[in-house]
């Protein structure tokens, strides 16, 4: 089953929780903990509530577990819009346009670098997982030293930077959670 036809089957699960003026707003995919967790977002007049499901569709009360999910998801969310600078079709175009001009020496690398990158980068819907996670920083860093980048990472500054928001969406999730979590 892709990806795609699990979130529709645990949509289509998750949708039954959904209290009367809900709904069922999106899905995102993680691997934590050695488990496939689906948080899922309800939205309403009120605001916004969560509901992590497993595999089987039943909700999940353990509160680490929905935490570390939530946290993923948004890690990895990160991680792609800040992949390449945050414009990697941008970036790939003036590579080749540098190439076809100028010619500099390395441009075969980063252009190498920066379409290991975008090969890296999974369409939505996609599993947020650690591996994911590493291979976008490394594929990140890659790009980083092929364009002259031989400093701290900008890709790692990024992430540094957005722990906060990570964290509030995580404890949004807590907060906003549609049963009691232990």
């Known amino acids: 089953m892709s990806v795609a036809e699990d979130v529709g089957r645990i949509a289509d699960a998750a949708a039954a929780f959904a209290e009367p003026g809900e709904e069922l707003a999106g899905v995102l995919v993680t691997e934590t903990l050695g488990r496939r967790v689906y948080l899922c977002a309800f939205e309403s007049a009120e605001g916004r509530a969560w509901l992590a499901v497993g595999a ?33 079709p941008e970036l790939q175009t003036r590579l080749a346009e540098l190439r076809e001009t100028d010619n500099p020496e390395g441009i075969e690398e980063a252009e190498a670098a920066a379409a290991s990158l975008a090969e890296t980068l999974q369409p939505e819907p996609r599993i947020a997982n650690g591996d994911y996670l590493d291979a976008l920083g490394s594929a990140s860093r890659r790009l980083e ?10 890709f790692a500054a990024a992430m540094q930077a957005a722990l906060g928001s990570v964290e509030e969406l995580a404890a949004d999730v807590e907060s906003n959670y549609k049963i009691a979590l232990e």
């Open 56 to 88: 089987d569709g039943e909700p999940l009360t353990e509160g680490r577990l929905v935490r570390e999910a939530a946290s993923l998801a948004a890690l990895c969310e990160v991680a792609e819009e800040s992949a390449g600078g945050g414009h990697l």
């Open 145 to 154: 030293q092929a364009l002259g980048e031989s400093g701290a990472s900008p």
